[in-house]
Every structure is written in C-alpha cells, then in structure tokens.
C-alpha cells in the first residue's frame, strides 16, 4: 500500500521547498502532496494580496485541514519550520497517521522569543502595525536566521523565491501571549499518532533549545532527534539527505507500511453490481476486510458493505474495492470518506486481540 507525505512548507515559501525532499522520497514509493499556503502562490517579485497580513494561522489550518479530508488516505504529515505548527494543529484534529517536524515553529506556551529569533525579524518588527500587514524579510535576515550553511549561490537563488509572509501569523506564533484567539494553541492529548521531531544545532530561527521544547510537549509519542551541524534548511542545506534518510528509516519503523489484519468473525452484508449478499468477516485491519465467499467475483468491482464494528459492536457502512480474490474469499480495501472515520476505524481496530 502507497503512503502518503503531505509536506507543509514553512513561511515566506512555497512548495519549490520540497523539491529535493519529494525526488527523495518517491524515489522510495511514497506519494507526495506538497500543498501552498493561502496567498502564497505569487510569482517572482510579485505583491502579495493585501488580505494576507492579517491571514491568521487558524485560516491556514482550515485550508489544510479542508485539503486533507479530500484525500482517499491518512496522510503522515511533514512540516518545514511554520508548517511544522501547522502540522502540529492538524495531528490533535486526528487528520495525521503520523507527523514529521523540521525544524517546526513553536505553539503557545512554548516561548520561541531568543536573541538571535528576534534578529531574525528585526527589520520587520521594525515598522508600526507589521502584525497585520505582508512581511518579507532582508537578504542578511534569511542568511543570518535561514540559509547560513548554504553557498552564497543557493542563498542568493532561494532568497529570490521567498515570498511575502502574513504579519497576523507572524504575531500569533512569536507572540501568542497578546493572542486573544490563541491560535497557535496546540492540545498534546489529542495527538495520538507517532511524532518525529527534527532539529539543527546552528539554527537561529528555530533554536534547537526551544524544538526540543516541542519535542517534550508531546513527549508521550515523540522521538527527538538534533543534527550539531545543521541550521534551519534542513530540507535543502548541505548533508540534507542524511535527515531525511533517518526520517525514511523512522517511518518505516514507526508508521506501519501495511496495515495488520485481526481475526474477525461477523456477519456481512454488501452489494457489488446492485446484488446484495450475505457472508461472513474472516478478519479485519484498519484498512479492509476479508469476506469468506466462493462468489465469482472481481478485483477492482465497487462494494457496499455494513457490518458491525469491533468493540462497539454498532453497524457502519463502508464503501470499498475489491483488491485480491482467493478460493478462500476476497480482501475489499475500505474507501474512506474521511480521515476522522479512518482515524475511529484505526483506535477500534488496535483494540482487538491477537489470537
């Protein structure tokens, strides 16, 4: 089974950021979805949407959150710097398999405001009201707190791809004690999938003293891992694809390729081309079932199924795909309408003993 990456770029970025990281980790048979950020998709030195600087994290994670249910999949989420927040907000809302963080901005209650942070963005926070209005930093700003173990080559070359970014969403993270939304708020308890947290010893804007903070924050599923001779552009600097060659490493020890079938006995009911049928559920994972059958069918027909559930034991009603047939039956892959029911569907199912 193909899973997916959902790579979140940080600010001032688009998704040209993940170029290096996509190429890698097709090439090792994921699918990878790399989203823009609202008001983000400008064109070199192109003004921003004057309704950007009051762009509000909470409106990102709305629109990341509305693409994520479109998807056929839970996604393992992956973050660059503000997407790594992003990210964070989206796994307490359960939409996440798994979550990788690169060098992620802080949520409340962890204080990212050190020296070299504020130095950063002096030039911004510099000008009246630059809490609702389009930011864009300096050329020194982005080597100082960004690109600093890069060649003078590639900062000049990805400085000139940065775009605009929104004052409000600045505020909100830097600042969230004059929130009154609070909405870089993250709920630890309700992040149940494995988090994978990332971050480099030479970073200035995403201090690895205030990543291992997050870390911490989730410590329950979280692994911290810190680079000494790394800085922020962990997705694109020099060594890069010695992270993301333990990111690949971590996920396919902590995030499950397939999912693990359960035996399951139930009654099923289901109707593959307007017929209905009736059989029994041989067993059952967070992604499909085994139906006991000598029926003639096909891979790839559509079927409507309702059978209980394990544990509650309430009916659902799932529609799927025929993905294997055998003398013994056939495996239907579940299609899913929305990772929330992927998620309920994934919790019932863990609960159920191995025999």
Known sequence: MKRTLFMIHGMFCGPWCWEKYKGFFEEKGYECVT???RHHDLSLNELPDPSLGTTSILDYTKDLEDEIRQL???????GHSMGGLLAQILGSRGVAKGLVLLTPASPSGVLALKPSVIKCFWSMLKKWGWWRKPLRGTFDEAVYGILNLMSEEEQKDTYNRFVYESGKAAMEIGFFLFDSKNASKVD?????????????????????????????KYKAVSTYREYPNHAHWVIGEPGWEEIAEYVADWLGENVKREYERKPYSAVVNYIVDQETYTDSIQDISAGGIFIQTAK?????????MTFPLPISEEDISLNGEIARMSELGMGVKFKMPNPEQQANIDSLVNRIPMH
């Open 35 to 37: 989203t823009t950020l």
């Open 188 to 216: 630890e308890s309700r992040v149940k999938c494995r988090v994978l947290v990332i971050a480099g010893s030479q970073d200035r804007i995403t201090p690895a003293s205030v990543v291992r903070k997050v870390s911490e």
């Open 296 to 304: 003639p069918f096909s891979e790839g027909q559509e079927v409507s």
């Open 72 to 78: 056929d999949t839970t996604p393992i989420i992956v």
